[in-house]
């Protein structure tokens, strides 16, 4: 009984030590993001509403191209509560889908869930620029789930188009990147 009273306590304080070690990573102030005065405002609520064409490169740790991916995003409405669905494909063929949902805030700042988004996500829109902190529990190469932190910055380049970077971090060393060309099809208002 004693041994298992030992181990439950160290795991009891290895889970509290993971958890405040991961609130510590995801809820780290987010860095100040830059902008270009003359650029259109990066707006969440109208640049992701409607359908928009995604093509993207994703490079590891030491900046080697390891892959490529395309994808369909359509991004849906009411006031200041929105769905965004994306589906991707990758260039083996390998599919996947994600379902976002967003809520923005009065002062521009944004959360955001998803099916497999371990914490909501922390965005901000600040001039032409839109930052989104975030980690996913996802398959690596088929294997178990793993989380894996997110940390992509979007830059609207006129009113259609944008391009972004996606930093990816596992088990708090980089990973990786992913850049990410955005191409509104559908005009809304």
């Known amino acids: 009984m ?23 990573r995801i809820n780290h ?11 259109p405002k990066f707006d969440v609520k109208n ?8 093509f993207a490169i994703t490079q590891d740790e030491k ?11 359509n991004g849906k409405w009411d006031d200041s ?8 494909i990758s260039e083996s063929g390998k599919k996947d889908t994600r379902t976002w949902l967003i809520t923005v805030d009065n002062d521009e700042s944004f959360t955001a869930v998803g099916h497999d988004v371990v ?12 930052q989104m902190i975030y980690t996913l529990s996802v398959k ?21 188009s944008a391009m972004g970077i996606a930093m990816i971090r596992k088990n ?3 990973a990786g990147k992913s850049i990410i060309s955005y191409k509104k099809l559908s005009k809304t208002e």
């Not at 640049?47 to 995604?54: C, H, K, R």
């Not at 900046?63 to 995003?73: L, R």
């Not at 509560?81 to 991707?88: F, R």
Request: with cysteine; charged share 25%.
């Open 2 to 24: 004693k041994t298992f009273s030992r181990v439950a306590t160290i795991l009891t304080a290895a889970t509290l030590l993971s958890s405040c070690a991961f609130v510590e």
């Open 29 to 39: 102030k987010p860095k100040e993001l830059n902008s270009l005065d003359k650029a």
């Open 47 to 54: 640049f992701f509403n409607g359908d928009i064409e995604v």
């Open 63 to 73: 900046g080697k191209i390891i892959g490529t991916f395309t994808a369909k995003m």
């Open 81 to 88: 509560k929105g769905v965004l669905q994306q589906n991707y």
């Open 119 to 130: 914490t909501p996500i922390k965005g901000k829109q600040v001039g032409n620029s839109m």
């Open 140 to 160: 690596i190469d088929g294997g178990a789930k793993q989380n894996v932190d997110h940390e992509d910055v979007i830059y609207m380049v006129d009113e259609r």
């Open 172 to 174: 708090g060393s980089p």
